[in-house]
């Protein structure tokens, strides 16, 4: 059974950084990739980014682009995604969701992912 626990959220001052991690158990790593969401009250979840363990692909949505890095770590089935220069736009609860057989240069495509995280909560306030 798939199974992702996300860690690393809190709260930052506006230009701070964070770094959110997606510890995965429960299925073959090599054949997933692993998207990372938001959702902020009122607004409906958003697409953040995306690694895929199938080619190595890597998407961004475009209003983290430049901003924020996803990486992983295949040793210990993790995926990180590095928050820098962070506003307060960039609150919310951040998920983390599998879909097998994806490759990022699709884009991230929230439908697809079919396992989820329970959310880790970020807060970017002066």
């Known amino acids: 059974q798939v199974q992702l626990v996300e860690s690393g959220g809190g709260s930052v001052q506006p230009g701070g950084s964070l770094r959110l991690s997606c510890a995965a158990s429960?299925?073959?790593?090599?054949?997933?990739?692993i998207g990372w969401f938001r959702q902020a009250p009122g607004k409906e979840r958003e697409a953040v980014s995306c690694?895929?363990?199938?080619?190595?692909?890597?998407d961004y949505g475009n209003s983290v682009k430049g901003r924020f890095t996803v990486s992983r770590d295949n040793a210990k089935s993790t995926v990180y995604l590095q928050m820098n220069n962070l506003n307060p736009d960039d609150t919310g609860i951040y998920y983390c969701?599998?879909?097998?057989?994806?490759?990022?240069?699709?884009?991230?495509?929230?439908?697809?992912?079919?396992?989820w995280g329970q959310g880790a909560q970020v807060t970017v306030s002066p």
């Open positions: 969701a599998a879909a097998r057989d994806y490759t990022c240069y699709s884009g991230i495509h929230r439908g697809l992912f079919g396992s």
């Open positions: 429960g299925f073959t790593w090599n054949y997933y990739a």
């Open positions: 690694i895929s363990n199938v080619d190595g692909s890597t």
